[in-house]
């Protein structure tokens, strides 16, 4: 089977122009089939702010009404896919900007209403990924670069959390290759302390996860992406790692760090 | 040859919920391989207002700055494309949302700067299309939907004319398809006197353009569409119509009404 490379990059990295053209280099030089997934970073608040929407948020997860959809579609299926897609083809990348809602590409489906309403928001689910099309961009060469967008059956837009949409891409396309999904933030790890950057766990797994936050150790962010990658490496997923954007350049080679996620 | 048709939507249907679901369902009804291409309609201008960017205009002609260009790019490769991808998702029709900065579907050239500067506006020619990323997606049944936004050689994103786009396409794919272009918008063809609607021109050639032209009975914004139009019959462009957006539904039929266009 060949190997399918899927990078999630955050949006910090995307809010600093010289890290993102580097970061952008060395993704176009990865060898073989690979897809990018992308947050939003700070132009959607910044946007928001700008039309005098206000940001609703519960417990720092942000609530989408329907103007923050509109918001976040325009700044992460618009500005930033289109001006990734045309940065990579600029550097000899083939890359085709989409989002979950182009040809069923990933389904969502509207979060119930329990004790709070997010609003706009899609789950998303390894059985409803289009992996076929997947396939075909793939195969022709192309790099997909994915937005955090996907609609529903109704054809209703969802904001969706980036970092499961790379998780469930990398599930869905099990079947076809070995995936290796690696999730690219501003720190070079899972950190141990996370204001020492020599604090890089090398390997995760959910045991060590668990006696961590039990030690509040783990920050709140780190947990959910933790467990899509552990739910991930059950589904089939052959690698998964956490690490900085620079290391995109030594991926598969002897050289990367990271935090490498295992299972018990 | 099979047959692609490829149609060409205003901006002031989409401006219109009621009209734009209809015509999307029509759109979605259409038999065969086929391509929707749309303009923008005045949410640009909308947000533009909103974020107090001041709308440049030259004759009649937008100007594109840097700001303007960011609006352009969220609202038409973001909000609206997507809304109308997931929308005809919604109604069984497999759609995929595209910009011509993907995967270099239409690679655009900066409009030089002569006697004015109007700044990131994209020209494009039939040579600079990917007709077989094209031809892939209508192979699967998928119809690319696609924003008047293309990006040069070097990345720069372009906000480029839709009614070129549309031409520019149908020249390309004329090669493996017999092509039928549709111009539609919120007039029942090309009119004889644009304020009565049963005025409209059966048949339109150059010689009857230059015409009306000399008689001052077709309007600027006309002519440069009935000139992508004659360009795209020298180009081998099998068929072409200028119609009102409900007459989607009586392609290839002989119900069908609007302006066809011919070559002297």
Same mark, same amino acid.
């Given at each position: 089977?060949?190997?399918? @490379?899927? !990078?999630?990059?955050?949006?910090?990295?995307?809010?600093?122009?010289?890290?993102?053209?580097?970061?952008?280099?060395?993704?176009?030089?990865? $060898?073989?089939?690979?897809?990018?997934?992308?947050?939003?970073?700070?132009?959607? @608040?910044?946007?928001?702010?700008?039309?005098?929407?206000?940001?609703?948020?519960?417990?720092?997860?942000?609530? @989408?009404?329907?103007?923050?959809?509109?918001?976040?579609?325009?700044?992460?299926?618009?500005?930033?896919?289109?001006?990734?897609?045309?940065?990579?083809?600029?550097?000899?990348?083939?890359?085709?900007?989409?989002? &979950?809602?182009?040809?069923?590409?990933?389904?969502?489906? +509207?979060? $119930?209403?329990?004790?709070?309403?997010?609003?706009?928001?899609?789950?998303?689910?390894?059985? +409803?990924?289009?992996?076929?099309?997947?396939?075909?961009?793939?195969?022709?060469?192309?790099?997909?670069?994915?937005? $955090?967008?996907?609609?529903?059956?109704?054809?209703?837009?969802?904001?969706?959390?980036?970092?499961?949409?790379?998780?469930?891409?990398?599930?869905?396309?099990?079947?076809?290759?070995?995936?290796?999904?690696?999730?690219?933030?501003?720190?070079?790890?899972?950190?141990?302390?996370?204001?020492?950057?020599?604090? !890089?766990?090398?390997?995760?797994?959910?045991?060590?996860?668990?006696?961590?936050?039990?030690?509040? *150790?783990?920050?709140?962010?780190?947990?959910?992406?933790?467990?899509?990658?552990?739910?991930?490496?059950?589904? &089939? !997923? +052959?690698?998964?790692?956490?690490? *900085?954007?620079?290391?995109? *350049?030594?991926?598969?080679?002897?050289?990367?760090?990271?935090? +490498?996620?295992?299972?018990?």
């Amino acid at each position: 089977m060949k190997t399918l @490379t899927i !990078v999630k990059i955050g949006g910090q990295v995307l809010d600093d122009e010289k890290r993102k053209m580097a970061f952008l280099k060395d993704f176009a030089a990865l $060898p073989g089939a690979k897809v990018l997934v992308h947050g939003g970073g700070k132009l959607a @608040t910044q946007l928001a702010t700008q039309l005098n929407f206000p940001v609703q948020m519960h417990e720092g997860r942000r609530i @989408t009404d329907a103007d923050s959809l509109r918001v976040a579609v325009m700044v992460y299926a618009g500005w930033i896919n289109k001006t990734l897609a045309a940065t990579l083809q600029a550097q000899g990348q083939k890359a085709i900007g989409l989002s &979950g809602a182009d040809a069923g590409l990933i389904q969502g489906v +509207k979060r $119930p209403i329990g004790e709070v309403d997010f609003g706009f928001v899609g789950d998303v689910v390894k059985e +409803k990924v289009n992996a076929p099309l997947l396939q075909s961009l793939l195969e022709q060469g192309i790099a997909p670069i994915i937005a $955090p967008i996907t609609a529903d059956a109704s054809g209703q837009l969802l904001n969706t959390n980036a970092d499961t949409i790379a998780a469930v891409l990398a599930m869905a396309m099990s079947g076809f290759y070995q995936v290796h999904l690696v999730y690219c933030f501003e720190k070079s790890g899972v950190l141990l302390d996370e204001n020492d950057e020599n604090s !890089v766990i090398p390997m995760m797994d959910e045991q060590f996860m668990h006696r961590l936050k039990e030690e509040k *150790r783990i920050h709140s962010g780190m947990l959910p992406k933790l467990h899509n990658c552990f739910q991930a490496l059950e589904a &089939g !997923v +052959k690698e998964i790692h956490i690490c *900085r954007e620079t290391q995109v *350049r030594h991926i598969g080679k002897g050289s990367f760090r990271g935090t +490498k996620i295992g299972l018990s």
